[in-house]
């Protein structure tokens, strides 16, 4: 049973447009959300991170947001470029491990 | 430069044959993991190992089997009993215990036929 969920699959949107990730997860005892960026045939990388305790966490064009309540947080990019084109995983991590979502592909139009 | 090594990238097998997939890293990280990437089902944690000649299943650990030897070598087999093992499998590494600094492999693309 999947606890880290990505319902969107794909995300299309307009150079220098914002572009917003969502992620649902089931499990209260995850301690930390983090979001990873992946191009084909590769690792994916590592890009933000946020604590379950706080709501809000900032780096350059990602902020993260977080809405323990609700269970469900999101990834804001502004502005899109071209190369945020990629698919950008979820992850939750408790007991030792992460636990990834099904990812969703974000195609930024020029 | 330390790094975590997969290979090889594309590797073909035949039905009902095991193989073995390689996974080096020169982080000395304690912690490594498996995991498989299917379209629409993200990553799935296969196996992971916390340390040496200790290792734990994950969520999808049937028809698989790893070791650890090594602090630096964590191989995952891919038996027969595996019924889907077309996939691209991702190994990952970090510092025990914690959520940041997961270095992932590039990757290695398994072609059953």
């Known amino acids: 049973d999947q606890q880290v969920k990505q319902n969107s699959p794909s995300l299309s949107v307009q150079e220098g447009r914002i572009s917003i990730l969502n992620c649902d997860y089931t499990?209260?005892?995850?301690?930390?959300f983090l979001w990873y960026k992946k191009y084909p045939a590769e690792g994916p990388t590592f890009l933000i991170s946020?604590?379950?305790?706080?709501d809000k966490n900032e780096d350059g064009r990602f902020t993260v947001f977080l809405n323990k309540s609700a269970k469900h947080l999101s990834l804001h990019i502004v502005p899109s470029q071209p190369g945020d084109s990629a698919v950008y995983f979820c992850?939750?991590?408790?007991?030792?491990?992460?636990?990834f979502g099904a990812g969703t592909t974000v195609t930024v139009r020029a | 430069d330390g790094g975590i090594t997969q290979s090889p990238k594309y590797l073909f097998r035949k039905e009902g044959q095991n193989v073995t997939l390689s996974c080096e890293q020169n982080?000395?990280?304690?912690?490594m993991y498996w995991y498989r990437q299917d379209p629409g089902q993200g990553l799935r944690l296969i196996y992971y190992?916390?340390?040496?000649?200790?290792?734990q299943k994950g969520d999808i650990a049937e028809g698989y089997s790893v070791s650890r030897e090594k602090k630096e070598s964590f191989p995952l087999t891919v038996t027969s009993a595996q019924k889907n093992p077309t996939a691209f499998y991702l190994c990952?590494?970090?510092?025990?215990?914690?959520?940041?600094?997961?270095?992932f492999g590039s990757g290695t693309r398994l072609t059953v036929v």
């Open positions: 990952a590494s970090s510092i025990q215990g914690v959520y940041y600094g997961y270095t």
């Open positions: 499990n209260s005892m995850f301690d930390y």
């Open positions: 946020i604590s379950s305790i706080k």
């Open positions: 992850a939750a991590f408790n007991d030792y491990k992460l636990s």
């Open positions: 982080l000395n990280h304690d912690a």
């Open positions: 190992s916390q340390i040496v000649n200790d290792f």
